[in-house]
């Protein structure tokens, strides 16, 4: 099954704190018998406060397609629907 899960928060998170979003995400979906595993996509940056986001939706639709479609999102924390459909426009996935 695909990991669902997305984190595009004003600052990346440290390590531990990405392992307990994944372990976070992935106690949700077998609480609620989704099917998917837990995942997050984390995306790393120099300056969050100065993102453009078209580059970032880019960035996490090129990560999407290397994961071949074992890796799913949607909005979360800072995304939009903008920011989805964008995806969408990108990725198959």
């Known amino acids: 099954w695909p990991a ?3 984190a595009l928060p004003p600052a990346p998170p440290a390590a531990d704190e990405c392992r ?11 609480a609620y018998c989704t099917g998917f ?3 997050k996509l984390v995306v790393r940056c120099r ?21 071949e479609g074992s890796v ?14 964008l ?3 990108l990725t198959s996935h």
């Open 4 to 6: 669902e899960g997305a």
């Open 20 to 30: 307990a979003l994944v372990q976070g995400m992935a106690a949700k979906h077998r």
């Open 37 to 39: 595993r837990g995942g």
């Open 47 to 67: 300056d969050p406060q100065r993102i453009d986001k078209e580059q970032l939706m880019t960035r996490v639709a090129e990560a999407m397609k290397e994961f």
């Open 72 to 85: 799913l999102t949607g909005c979360d924390v800072n995304t939009a629907l903008d920011d989805m459909e």
């Open 87 to 89: 995806l969408t426009e």
